[in-house]
T-cell receptor
Framework: ETGVTQTPRHLVMGMTNKKSLKCEQH?????MYWYKQSAKKPLELMFV???????ENNSVPSRFSPECPNSSHLFLHLHTLQPEDSALYLC?????????????FGPGTRLTVT | GQNIDQPTEMTATEGAIVQINCTYQ??????LFWYQQHAGEAPTFLSY??LDGLEEKGRFSSFLSRSKGYSYLLLKELQMKDSASYLC??????????WGAGTKLIIKP
């Protein structure tokens, strides 16, 4: 409904697994974001891409690896995660960065690390 | 440091009015956003304020005082569907959003 889709919606993975989260936006935006949302905590910005170039990496552990092949698609590759990485991972897009642009969010992927 | 404070939870009655407060401290300021997030769903944009004063949009209004580092979201004629979390976010000098932890609003009949 927001023009941003995410798959899968739910993911359970072991600490030794490798998985990927996918995000696609149909809004013609140039900027895309990954956020982590944990219960009762503020949204944590993880990565920002503008015109496919990474512009922000907020000290995210290397077990999270983003990929942005074009302005419409964003991936988050996961490997050797920890139980504390269990959270809701939200993707968002906006017209650009460097301005007061509204962000449009996807429904998120609920990740559980066992 | 950068900080956003908002109440964790509020309860209100259907048909009533509720005000959700937010105070912010950020490095620079490029506006204040409010988002609504229903359980299990995406956050959706409600309002943006960059100048002092009240912005009205239907049943929802948002107020900003830059000198006080303060904003509130006012919801009138509450409906059951307004039960959700309300997220306050301040945009800093780098145009990065600094988020509060959200206020869970419970509406009772």
């Amino acid at each position: 409904e927001t023009g941003v889709t995410q798959t899968p919606r739910h993911l359970v993975m072991g600490m030794t697994n490798k998985k990927s989260l996918k995000c696609e936006q149909h809004l013609g935006h140039n900027a895309m974001y990954w956020y982590k949302q944990s219960a009762k905590k503020p949204l944590e910005l993880m990565f920002v891409y503008n015109f496919k170039e990474q512009t922000e990496n907020n000290s995210v552990p290397s077990r999270f690896s983003p990929e942005c092949p074009n302005s419409s698609h964003l991936f988050l590759h996961l490997h050797t995660l920890q139980p504390e990485d269990s959270a809701l991972y939200l993707c968002a897009s906006s017209q650009g960065t460097g301005g007061a642009y509204e962000q449009y969010f996807g429904p998120g992927t609920r990740l559980t690390v066992t | 440091g950068q900080n956003i404070d908002q109440p964790t939870e509020m309860t209100a009655t259907e048909g009533a009015i509720v005000q959700i407060n937010c105070t912010y401290q950020t490095s620079g300021f490029n506006g204040l956003f409010w988002y609504q997030q229903h359980a299990g769903e995406a956050p959706t944009f409600l309002s943006y304020n960059v100048l002092d004063g009240l912005e009205e949009k239907g049943r929802f209004s948002s107020f900003l005082s830059r000198s006080k580092g303060y904003s509130y979201l006012l919801l009138k004629e509450l409906q059951m569907k307004d039960s959700a979390s309300y997220l306050c976010a301040s945009m800093d000098s780098n145009y990065q959003l600094i988020w509060g932890a959200g206020t869970k609003l419970i509406i009772k009949p």
